[in-house]
């Protein structure tokens, strides 16, 4: 037939040849396709000024996809990339299929490619026909060939520059930091720093770079995508020259010598970055907001890779140009409208040195106390700014500069900085840090001193004086020690002496005071316990000041302190100032109605720490019960009020108290008792006013009874059985909860007669719609049960569990039959059964792991299933069904069967189907061959256990990061004799894969945790390392080569392992066979890390 059709092709004309190579073509082996490529170029295409027709183009393309990788192109390159050249339409589909040839069998000229580049602009085919061109031209060809296309990339704009385009730009850019162009860029170094300039035509060609440069950031439209280009450009060259260094290091040491006498005093690198900052500084100073976030992410590289040392900088070059940048970024903040970039870039360069800010200090907190201060940037900065000085021990001299600031500027005291957060956590901060008794006290002496000429001063504008923001965050950051109590102790009585005298008392200044009694409070740590001496001025003064903060309209200021005091309420400072806590709580009941939903936050507060204290053991004052009681009423309203917010955020809390806890049950159970009385539970539906105060104390004595608070279990199990049996689901299900945590809290402690009739009352409970909670619930009660009986619940009982569940009436016969859909049946579409969810969360709280006797499954695919499935929806009831398998349930098939014989179908569907729709799939199946691997549940043969880890190697786990996918590989090597051939069989599929990173990372993990469980390896591991690290070296993401270093790690571990168990003191050549290649490949793959690593 193929001779027969060859006759016409050679006799047909027009269009008819072509539709006769379409028909060759479906029918010829692989030879002839050959024949057919030759016949197509030389009749049809080859033609320079021909129009190529659409049919022939995809002809060509079809071609071209059953052509041999191997069919060398070489001849024909010049025909096949002109037709995108006179055909526009035509290029993508054929550029794609020639770049998917091998670069032996496929090399464009740097001509070719450059011309289709500039012709198709920033397509992603025209970006790899170029980089291929590039990748084996002549180091100085390749060079100027990237100056060319640079031009390109800069003037896309910002609407183009996607992350494809940058991937295409770091790629290209690398071409211009290769290892044989790096000592071009050592030799204009050294002409830098020497400050002179070569012959024309003597310069060498890597400064056309910079000319290149200069062009792009003169021009506007490019001028954008140019100061990008910088930043990728210095990234790249830092990387390269950390690389040409790591490598250098281990070279012999008069090499490393002689190298050592050539390198410029200063680092290449800084010397290239000055000359970026030149380039950038006239824009920088134009208003150029794209110059001023390239300059800060050069000073991040410089920063992050350490080529900021100014102490090896003879010539002060370093210095100077940090100085320069402060200068010129705090004349543009002066002069131009302020942006984020600005105070980024100056907290860059104020970690690599504080001394281009100290002369500075004064123009830069002027700059922060404007009306800009309250951004984000500038409060970090001003932060950072205090940091450093307080680590030079010099902050009284900063927070000088800034107070004089302050005072100087009109407005300095409203300052947006002042109350920005990020600054006042920092002030505190750095306040921290001060430990010397100089430093403490001359700070504060300083920030007082001002305070009091601010306050004798005329009337600023509202808000605490600027130095009152000042002093609050340093008194609340200071720590006292045992140096400087005294001191301190007189600096508090003259600031709380300075503050008292203020009247009348503003309310801005309640801050400052609560800053001072928190001192206070640290200073009065250091004395005696009043018991041995009597309490302190110091004391007594932090507690008036406490307490006028509790009377005053803000009683949540003192909070902190308060807290701190319940454990002491015997002591006379406390209890006054409970008391105050207690006469504010009872003047806000009196206003707003005695309802704890319409007290404020600060109040509901106080009233935790009000319960606290009538319930505090110790000292009892005259009508502390009284008063208990009171406060339970508020607590638990009988008037069937909703609002409990306190009780449950506090619940913890209150019950700490073992007399207020026990007053508390005790009118819980009582309200109990009236909500669940036949009366009111006989009616036919409750309103939800009715069933709200239900709902929220069985939630309330869920807590208590998880919280392990004793309680009387006799009637509170009646209650709870009662409130059970209502036909509300949310109170049913809460009531279920709280048996579930007392039968676990008493178990075997209960009668069996009250058990059997607990599980009958549980049982018809299971036999009403439930919801998936409500499930879940008498999962817990189950499990509960089966503890308080001692092992006396039979298999019996729990199958009439899950009949009730199924809607099935179980007799006397078990296990309870359940008809399903197979997994993936369920995964192509096939209805999931709606019993499924509640079933599995069942047995997933009620803690059942094996279902043998318990549950029979009758597993078929005669199940309709939807045309289009939602694939999310599949997975996960496929997931629970595979979860409920693992369970060991009984199969009804017509032969004895595994329910592992349905997991490579599973797998096999996983990995037609990839997507972030498996995760659900994954979790459960990892979980399930870990047990596998473990050997638990039915033993598994090894031949297909194998399979099955092959297949779960093979399938795609890119997305699924979080998950340890192949820890079963490990588990299951270390108790395996079959590993080493599971080895030999996963490097051979390593190695006979193509090089791409979706395929070849999930089966390098798994090679890498398998060798981790061995106690020996194999050549063919260490072939499969190679591969990988190969392979990782093409790729544009780390994690294959991170894939390779875990495979190579494991690796080492083996070889080294079994060098020292030989001996020490072993010659070099006696050593293990593998272990010089692999300290050789770890060195390669440390390199690599480098050069891919981001920043």
């Given amino acids: 037939m193929t001779q027969e059709l060859w006759q016409r092709l050679h006799t047909a004309e027009g269009d008819q040849k072509l539709e006769v190579a379409h028909d060759l073509l479906a029918v010829a082996p692989q030879h002839q396709i050959c024949w057919l490529f030759e016949w197509l170029a030389g009749a049809v295409l080859n033609k320079k000024n021909a129009a190529v027709p659409k049919e022939g183009s995809q002809l060509l393309c079809d071609v071209l996809d059953a052509l041999p990788e191997s069919y060398p192109l070489h001849s ?20 794609e299929r020639l770049l998917k040839r091998p670069p032996l069998a496929f090399h464009p000229s740097v001509e070719q490619a450059m011309a289709i580049f500039q012709k198709m602009s920033l397509s992603e085919c025209a970006v790899r026909l170029l980089l291929r061109a590039l990748e084996s031209a002549a180091p100085k060809k390749a060079f100027r060939a990237v100056l060319d296309a640079l031009p390109v990339f800069a003037g896309s704009g910002e609407d183009k520059n996607d992350s494809q385009n940058e991937e295409a730009l770091v790629a290209l850019v690398a071409l211009l930091v290769l290892p044989q162009q790096l000592p071009g860029f050592e030799v204009l170094a050294n002409n830098w720093e020497a400050a002179s300039e070569r012959a024309a035509g003597a310069e060498v060609y890597q400064a056309q770079l910079f000319s290149c440069l200069t062009k792009m950031m003169a021009e506007e439209k490019s001028r954008r995508g140019c100061c990008r280009l910088l930043v990728t450009f210095f990234a790249a060259l830092v990387k390269a020259f950390g690389r ?42 134009a208003d150029s907001d794209a110059a001023v976030e390239s300059l800060q992410r050069l000073w991040q590289m410089v920063r992050s890779h350490s080529l900021y040392r100014p102490r090896e900088d003879q010539k002060g070059l370093q210095s100077k140009t940090l100085g320069a940048c402060c200068g010129v970024l705090l004349k543009r903040l002066e002069t131009s409208e302020q942006s984020t970039a600005e105070w980024a870039c100056l907290e860059e360069m104020l970690q690599l040195d504080v001394a281009p800010f100290e002369s500075r200090l004064q123009r830069f907190w002027s700059l922060l106390l404007g009306p800009h201060g309250a951004s984000t940037g500038a409060a970090r900065l001003g932060a950072k700014l205090l940091w450093t000085y307080a680590q030079l021990a010099d902050l009284s001299s900063c927070l000088e500069a800034l107070n004089d600031a302050t005072s100087s500027q009109q407005g300095g005291a409203g300052s947006p900085l002042l109350a920005a957060p990020e600054f006042v956590q920092g002030l505190e901060d750095a306040a921290r840090q001060l430990t010397a008794l100089g430093q403490i006290t001359g700070t504060w002496k300083m920030l007082l001193k001002s305070l009091k000429l601010q306050l004798e001063g005329p009337q600023g504008p509202p808000g605490p004086p600027s130095s009152a923001a000042l002093l609050q965050p340093v008194l609340a950051g200071l720590a006292p020690n045992e140096l400087c109590l005294q001191p301190m102790r007189d600096l508090f009585h003259e600031t709380y002496d300075l503050l008292m005298g203020i009247q009348p008392w503003p309310a801005s200044m309640d801050g400052l005071l609560l800053a001072l009694c928190t001192l206070g409070r640290k200073l009065t740590s250091w004395e005696l316990p009043s018991l041995l001496s009597a309490a302190s001025s110091t004391c007594e003064r932090s507690r008036e000041g406490l307490e006028r903060l509790v009377r005053s309209s803000h009683p949540e200021a003192a909070m902190h302190c308060l807290r701190a005091q319940r454990d002491a309420l015997e002591k006379v400072e406390a209890q006054e100032v409970v008391t105050a806590a207690i006469q504010q709580v009872e003047r806000d009941f009196s206003g707003s109605g005695s309802s704890i939903g319409s007290m404020g936050s600060s109040s509901r507060r106080v009233a935790m720490l009000t319960a606290l204290a009538g319930a505090a053991p110790g000292r009892k004052r005259k009508g502390s019960v009284s008063e208990l009681e009171r406060l339970c009423a508020l607590l638990l309203p009988e008037d069937g009020g909703q609002d409990l917010a306190l009780l449950f955020s506090e619940t913890e809390t209150l019950l700490e108290s073992k007399e207020l806890c026990a007053a508390l049950m005790r009118r819980l159970k009582a309200q109990l008792e009236e909500l669940t009385s036949e009366p009111k539970v006989k009616r036919r539906r409750k309103s939800a006013a009715e069933r709200g105060p239900l709902l929220a104390r069985l939630r309330v004595l869920q807590r208590v009874v998880v919280s392990r608070v004793p309680v009387d279990r006799g009637q509170l199990l009646l209650l709870l059985r009662r409130a059970a049996n209502t036909t509300e689901a949310a109170v049913a299900e809460a009531a279920l909860m709280c048996l579930a945590e007392l039968l676990r809290s008493h178990a075997g402690a209960l009668e069996d007669s009250f058990l059997q009739d607990l599980e009958d009352d549980l049982r018809g409970r299971a036999a009403l719609p439930v919801s998936e909670d409500m499930a879940r619930a008498l999962g817990l009660c189950s499990k509960a049960l089966r503890r308080s009986a001692q092992g006396k619940v039979k298999k019996q009982s729990l199958a009439q569990f899950i009949a009730a569940l199924l809607g099935q009436e179980l007799g006397a016969a078990a296990p309870a039959a359940w008809r399903t859909p197979t997994p993936l049946a369920l995964l192509r579409g096939a209805p999931a059964p709606p019993e499924l969810p509640r079933v599995l969360a069942f047995l997933e709280a009620g803690g059942l792991t094996k279902l043998e006797g318990v549950l029979a499954l009758q597993m078929s695919d005669d199940f309709r299933e939807d045309g289009a499935p939602d694939l999310h929806v599949a997975t996960v009831a496929a997931a629970q069904l595979l979860q409920l398998l693992g369970k060991e349930v009984q199969l009804q098939m017509s032969e004895e069967l595994s329910w592992i014989s349905y997991l490579p179908d599973v797998l096999r569907w996983m990995k037609e189907n990839p997507g972030p729709h498996l995760q659900p799939l994954i979790t459960v199946l990892g979980k399930q061959l870990e047990g596998l691997c473990k050997g638990e549940g039915r033993p598994v043969p090894d031949k297909e256990l194998m399979d099955l880890l092959m297949a779960w190697a093979e399938q795609n786990q890119e997305e699924n990061e979080a998950h340890d996918s192949f820890a079963c590989l490990e588990l299951w090597a270390k108790r395996s004799d079959c590993s080493a051939e599971f080895l030999e069989r996963l490097s051979l599929r390593i190695c006979s894969l193509p090089s791409e990173e979706a395929s070849l990372r999930p089966l390098g993990s798994a090679l890498a945790r398998l060798v981790r469980g061995m106690r020996s390896s194999s050549s063919a591991a260490l072939v499969a390392a190679q591969r990988l690290l190969g392979a990782a070296e093409d790729a544009t993401r780390p994690s294959l080569l991170l894939c390779a270093a875990d495979l190579l790690l494991a690796l080492f571990a083996h070889a080294s392992g079994s060098t020292r168990s030989s001996g020490r003191g072993l010659r070099r050549d006696r050593r293990h066979p593998q272990l010089s290649q692999l300290e050789s490949l770890l060195l390669s793959c440390a390199c690599e890390s480098a050069r891919k690593a981001p920043g």
């Fill in 76 to 95: 024909h390159v010049s025909w096949l990339l002109a037709l995108p050249l006179r055909e526009p339409s035509v290029a993508p589909a054929l550029l």
């Fill in 244 to 285: 040409h260094r790591a490598k250098e290091q281990v070279r012999q040491e008069q090499r490393e010598k002689h190298l050592e006498e050539k390198k410029s005093p200063t680092a290449v690198e800084f010397l290239v970055f000055v000359q970026l900052w030149n380039l950038l500084k006239p824009w920088i100073k």
